[in-house]
């Protein structure tokens, strides 16, 4: 469900005291919002800080011919629709990657909704596809069992992934919008002061030591950012969105 019996859960029954708290998923919850019936928006949540933000990278298995953007966008345009390509599901993260990409560089592939990251993971594996779209993280883990093509974000990773390029160093205009921010957010009707509260402590909680180095360990990159920075990227993704998933089903 991609968090949405959570979140629908959350947005219409949680506590408005502070006393319950949720994990949001950036593109995730906004493009559920937009694509379907869904209890929550971003008018009806509120951000408290954000600890994390995991980008997706296009892969290949180990054994492609495909060495970089590049190599994937040439085989596309000469055989339009050919180039399967996995990703976790609908409307999240990876999709969301792949549709910027398909715009971007003016091609056709074929998208294959795995039903979750790691089934995603296998079929990249066990080449029952050509390409796929995955977490940076997971990617990570995988070390040389596959090859990692292109980071969708509009910096390299220099602490997990320092050689591999971004899209837009590879000439593709994919920027951060496909990227996994993550945080902790509270129910619209919530007192202020409480936000205020949790937006101070919650941030500084994210910078302790002890959180990086668990961060660290498993290949995701802590990315904190406050409460007001949320609210402004909250809103930069929701026209972006709107544009992108339109007219789709």
Do not use: C
């Not at 060495?67 to 180039?83: F, L, M």
């Not at 802590?222 to 809103?235: N, P, S």
Request: hydrophobic share 40%; no cysteine.
């Amino acid at each position: 469900a991609g968090g949405q019996k959570g979140w629908n859960w959350f947005a219409s029954k949680a506590s408005t005291d502070g006393h319950q708290l949720a994990a949001y998923n950036v593109p995730h919850f906004i493009a559920q919002s937009i694509k379907f019936d869904t209890k929550y928006n971003i008018n009806n949540l509120e951000p408290v800080a954000n600890w994390g933000a995991d980008p997706a990278v296009l892969i290949v298995p180990k054994d492609s011919p495909f060495n970089s953007v590049s190599d994937v966008v040439a085989h596309a345009k000469a055989n339009p629709g050919t180039i399967t390509v996995s990703g976790a599901g609908l409307y999240v993260g990876h999709h969301i990657a792949h549709l910027q990409f398909e715009r971007a560089a003016d091609i056709k592939l074929k998208y294959i909704p795995a039903g979750g990251g790691v089934k995603a993971m296998k079929m990249v594996l066990g080449n029952q596809v050509m390409a796929g779209f995955n977490n940076l993280s997971d990617a990570y883990r995988q070390g040389d069992r596959i090859k990692i093509l292109g980071v969708a974000d509009n910096q390299r990773e220099e602490m997990f992934l320092p050689d591999v390029p971004t899209f837009k160093e590879q000439g593709v205009d994919v920027d951060d919008s496909s990227v996994n921010f993550r945080g902790i957010m509270a129910r619209k009707g919530t007192p202020q002061e409480v936000i205020d509260f949790l937006a101070e402590r919650v941030h500084l909680m994210f910078q302790d030591q002890k959180v990086a180095k668990k961060m660290k360990a498993g290949g995701s990159p802590l990315r904190i950012m406050t409460r007001d920075e949320v609210l402004a990227m909250w809103a930069e993704r929701q026209p972006y969105l709107e544009d992108l998933l339109k007219g789709l089903d």
